[in-house]
């Protein structure tokens, strides 16, 4: 069992205000863990050795801070067993998606790590002469950084692996959920080597640690990923403080599958972005609207395809899904399940074991309003609302008809409607027959309207913002 603590210049953190026991959602009788919550007072101390750590973090050159974060890529992958482990008996997630995720933090290091060799900034022709003019990137400072439980290994690296290439150090708040495994990897970076209070982890309830982060810590930027309603709260009070700030938050995923799609590949996206990591995905296809000619036909291939959705415990191999990640999330789903039962008619549905656990049974359900919650609402679990449309001027229209714009996919072999669909969707990742959930780590991340702040994490718009310009001028003729 892992007992996680804060870890604060290097060191676990006695002092602690409450604890907690964790039990392995696939099966309730075994516990996995101990969270030991840190009080509001430990920010400052995470604050007080971020700023000494990064300055002289800071001044190393970009091939010493590429070193580190190799080290850091090569000590996650000698401990990636240990770390997928870890998070598929906290949250639930199946061990083979979790080892993928952890092979995704080795990738993301690397990645970052080569930028440190890279250039940081640009020659910049100046109206005067004998004038050297040039931008480029600076550090922040201290970068807070709050995660969430559904990606526990991924989502942390992708902030904390550019936010330290750019120079800066890092508080690091992960969602309770998910401190396990932020413990576990916090044990991985320091056998790495990495310099004492560069990245500090808070173990702790979020509405003390976390918002003490958010109020009154004297960081130089935020990323968050979360709730809508958090990210909101989150983007408000860094408003108010002049700190810049990110917030990945909700999606509502739609995926339109047209008249001349291969509907056998087609189910088989569609049930693989719905149902994998039991719909605990922001980017997880929640709506397939499909041509009203050709839905007799997905419905059919859908039926086919869920025989190969196997709900079983996160650690057995063949699992396609496992339960949902806690208590909470559990009656959220729960919920919805319900309501779709209620006032849907169930396509499809999937077997589900019976160990006790929070076991969701995946389920396709039509006959939903698009006034419903089930088509409004995020219910991050593994339910497919599918409905028809007359045409691709219609599907796209009901792809828009949401507050979110994170992920979107179309399923067709038609070039044009294709790049009609890229053109119109008001989302942030348009895909063509392609699942919505997942992007590449090299490419941008983050969505429209109520998804996002309209930044981008992952590839290189992650240095954009762990980075500021600062724009040089040297007169070097100024004795001729």
Known sequence: MITAVSIINGKEMQETVGEKQVWNPSDLTSQVGTIMYSPKESVRKA??????????????????????????????????AEIAAAGSDEMGKPITEMKGEVQRAVQLFKYYAAEGVRPDGDTIPSSAPHVLQYAKRVPLGVVGVITPWNFPAAIPVWKIAPALICGNAVIWKPAENASLTAYKMMEVFKEAGVPDGLINLLIGRGREVGQHLLEEASIDALSFTGSTEVGRKAAKTCAARNIKYQTEMGGKNPAIVLKDADMKKTAAALLSGAFRSAGQKCTATSRVIVEEGVKEKLKEALLQEMQHVQVKPA???EAYSGPVASKEQFEKVTHYHALAKKDGNVIAEADIPSQHGYFISPLIVEAIDTSHELWREETFGPIIVLVSA???????????????????????????????FLEETNAGMVRVNQETAGVEYQAPFGGMKESSSHTREQGQAALSFYSETKTCAVNYGWQL
């Open 47 to 80: 604050e007080q050795a971020a700023v000494s750590a990064q300055i002289e973090w800071a001044a190393k050159t970009g091939a010493q801070k590429s070193q580190l974060l190799y080290q850091l890529a090569d000590a996650i992958s000698t401990h990636a």
């Open 315 to 317: 650690r057995e191999e």
């Open 390 to 420: 007359s045409d691709t001027h219609e599907a796209i229209s009901l792809s828009n008809d949401t507050v979110f714009g994170l992920s979107a996919s179309v399923f067709t072999n038609n070039l044009s409607e294709a790049h009609r």
